[in-house]
C-alpha cells in the first residue's frame, strides 16, 4: 500500500463528501436550471453549496461564489477577464507564481520573455517572500490592469503577507487576484481582510472532488466567461451545474474551515512534518528546507538535498522512492515529471543544481483519508535516507 506524502498534489475525497455525493449521480431529473421540482431541489442543493464556499472564505454573499471546473480554470478566468477590461494593461506577479498564473498571464498579457510582453515578474527572497516595494512600485508605475499573487506557496508551503496590496491596487485602478488554491484547511481565508477581487479555489486540494473549482468574484467586478451559452453561474460561466460535484465541494469546504481555525489540529500536523523534517535531515548529511520555516503551512517541507556528486538530481530519488511505495513530488507536482530544475526555487536565488535537487513532502490533518501515523512518517524518512545513501554510493 502506497503512503501519500503529495497532499500538495491532490487529496482523497472525504467519506462524508463521497456520501453527500452518491444520490445525487443517478437522481433523475437534477438540473438546477429546470423548474420542475427534481430541478428545484438540486437549485437548492447548489445554492446551499455555494454559501458554504462563501464561508470557507469568510462568508461573501454566495452570489460572489461562481462554481468552475478547476483552479486553473478559476485563475484564467480571472485573469483574461482583467485583460479584457484594460486591454493595453499590465500584468503585475511574482516570480514563484504556480505554472496555471504563468501561462494564463503569458497567453493574455504575453509572456515576460516575449517582444510584445505586458508582463512584470516581481522577484521574492531566499525565503520565497514577496518583494513588496517592487511591486508597489510596479503599480505606481501606471496602467496596471492586474496583480495576480498566491497566498500559500504550493511547493515550499511558504503564506504570503499580501496586507495593503488590495487597497494599492485599487488606488492604482488595478485588478486584484489570489490564487488560493493550496490554502484552505491550511491557513484562515477571508477575502474582506485579502480585500482582493478574484480568488480561486479547487476542491481537491482539500478532500473534495476533482474537476470542480471556485472563483470568487467581488460584487460589481466583470467577469468575462471562458465558456458562453446558458444564464448559469449568472452568466459568468455557462454549462449545467455539475451538482454532485458541487455538493461534494460544499460539504470539504465546511471541514476544510474548521480544520484552518483547529489549532490543535494545525499543531499535529506541523508535528508530523517536522518528525518526518528532523529525521531526513538527521541522516541526509548536506540536506536542507527551502522556504521560510517559520511562515508556512503547516503541512509542508520542501527538502533540498546534496547530489552534487552523484551527477544526478532529485528524480533519481523519486524513481526510488516511488518503488518502495513512497508518493512524493519533485517541485510541482504538475511539472514533477519534467527534468527542468524548479522555477520557484530558480526565483529564490538557488543554482540549477540545487533547485533540480529538492522534493517535496506534503501531510494530510489527522482523520482525513490521506492521514498517515507517526509509524508512516518514520517509515517514509528512512525510506528517504536508504535512497539518499544509495544514490550517494554511486559517487565517483
Known sequence: MALHFDCNATTAASPEVIEAMLPWLGRPGANPSATHPAGREAGRAVRDARTDVAQLIGGPPPSSIVFT??????????????????????????????????????????????????????????????DRSALFDALESG??????????????????DLSGIGEACRAAGALFHIDAVQAPAKTPIDVAVLDCDFLSLSGHKFHGPRGIGALYVRGGV???SLIVGGPQEGERRAGTENV?????LGV???????RSVDAAAQAGMASS????????????????????VERRAANTSNIGFDLAAT???????????????????????????????????????????????ALRFSLAHQGTPDAVSPDEVDACGQAVIEAHQALMGLSI
Open 69 to 130: 471546473s478547476c483552479g486553473s480554470e478559476s485563475t484564467i478566468t480571472a485573469i483574461r477577464s482583467a485583460a479584457v477590461r484594460n486591454p493595453s494593461g499590465k500584468a503585475v506577479l511574482s516570480s514563484a507564481e504556480h505554472s496555471a498564473t504563468v501561462k494564463a498571464v503569458s497567453a493574455c498579457f504575453g509572456g515576460a520573455e516575449s517582444s510584445d510582453s505586458r508582463t512584470i515578474r516581481i522577484p521574492v527572497d531566499a525565503r520565497g517572500h514577496l
Open 143 to 160: 496602467d496596471v490592469a492586474l496583480v495576480s499573487l498566491i497566498l500559500l506557496n504550493n511547493e515550499t508551503g511558504v503564506i504570503s
Open 222 to 224: 466583470p467577469v468575462e
Open 244 to 248: 454532485p460535484a458541487i455538493v461534494g
Open 252 to 258: 470539504a469546504a465546511k471541514a476544510a474551515a474548521e
Open 273 to 292: 512534518r517536522d518528525r518526518l523534517e528532523s529525521k531526513i535531515l538527521t541522516g541526509c548529511p548536506g540536506s536542507w528546507v527551502n522556504g521560510d
Open 311 to 357: 551527477g544526478l538530481d532529485a528524480t533519481a530519488l523519486l524513481a526510488l522512492l516511488h518503488d518502495q511505495g513512497i508518493e512524493v513530488s519533485a517541485g510541482s507536482a504538475c511539472n514533477s515529471s519534467k527534468s527542468a530544475p524548479s522555477a520557484v526555487l530558480r526565483a529564490m536565488g538557488q543554482d540549477d543544481a540545487k533547485a533540480a535537487s
